[in-house]
């Protein structure tokens, strides 16, 4: 491609033309290039972000050079894990409103025995804690092991179904 520059010796209708060109074609490479850096920074940030969690959570796994895409993969993956943490965290406090609107009404309407009571608290701390510990355990997992294939054996394993 020729360099088109603004020069007086060009007779005078060609140069607002090609000034023009070569002014718009600079403008294009310059706003690319600023684009293309704004792009590598955000990527090296999250990079950055990203390994000193992975090494507060997973301090066996060594510290690799990371490619953009897996940059880019644990990102999506660890704001994933953000939303369904708040959604757990919901359905846990419904869990346990529910569970002491239900305590409430049975005891109004028919009162418990002491064996009654006991062992609906069983079950309910019984289920709280299986609920902390899955809750604790699957995001390290999860954020540890970004194959595809570990994280739909996950989400299988953690799917509670009331049957």
């Given at each position: 491609?020729?360099?088109?520059?603004?020069?007086?010796?060009?007779?005078?209708?060609i140069?607002?033309s090609?000034?023009?060109r070569?002014?718009?074609?600079?403008?294009?490479?310059?706003?690319?290039?600023?684009?293309?850096?704004?792009?590598?920074?955000?990527?090296?940030?999250?990079?950055?972000?990203?390994?000193?969690?992975?090494?507060?959570?997973?301090?066996e796994?060594?510290?690799?050079?990371?490619?953009?895409?897996?940059?880019?993969?644990?990102?999506?993956?660890?704001?994933?894990?953000?939303?369904?943490?708040?959604?757990?965290?919901?359905?846990?406090?419904?869990?346990?409103?529910?569970?002491?609107?239900?305590?409430?009404?049975?005891?109004?309407h028919?009162?418990?025995?002491?064996?009654?009571?006991?062992?609906?608290?069983?079950?309910?701390?019984?289920?709280?804690?299986?609920?902390?510990?899955?809750?604790?355990?699957?995001?390290?997992?999860?954020?540890?092991?970004?194959?595809?294939?570990?994280?739909?054996?996950?989400?299988?394993?953690?799917?509670?179904?009331?049957?």
């Amino acid at each position: 491609m020729a360099s088109y520059e603004c020069n007086r010796d060009f007779p005078v209708e060609i140069i607002p033309s090609s000034c023009a060109r070569h002014s718009i074609k600079c403008r294009k490479i310059i706003v690319e290039k600023i684009r293309r850096d704004r792009i590598s920074n955000s990527i090296e940030e999250l990079r950055t972000l990203l390994q000193t969690n992975q090494t507060n959570q997973c301090p066996e796994q060594p510290s690799a050079r990371l490619e953009k895409a897996d940059i880019l993969e644990m990102a999506v993956q660890f704001l994933r894990e953000q939303a369904s943490s708040k959604s757990n965290e919901s359905y846990q406090s419904g869990f346990s409103h529910c569970l002491q609107e239900t305590l409430r009404h049975l005891s109004l309407h028919a009162p418990l025995q002491p064996a009654e009571r006991e062992q609906i608290k069983r079950f309910y701390v019984h289920q709280r804690t299986s609920m902390h510990t899955r809750l604790s355990t699957e995001p390290r997992a999860q954020f540890c092991m970004p194959s595809k294939r570990h994280s739909t054996l996950r989400v299988r394993k953690s799917l509670w179904r009331p049957w």
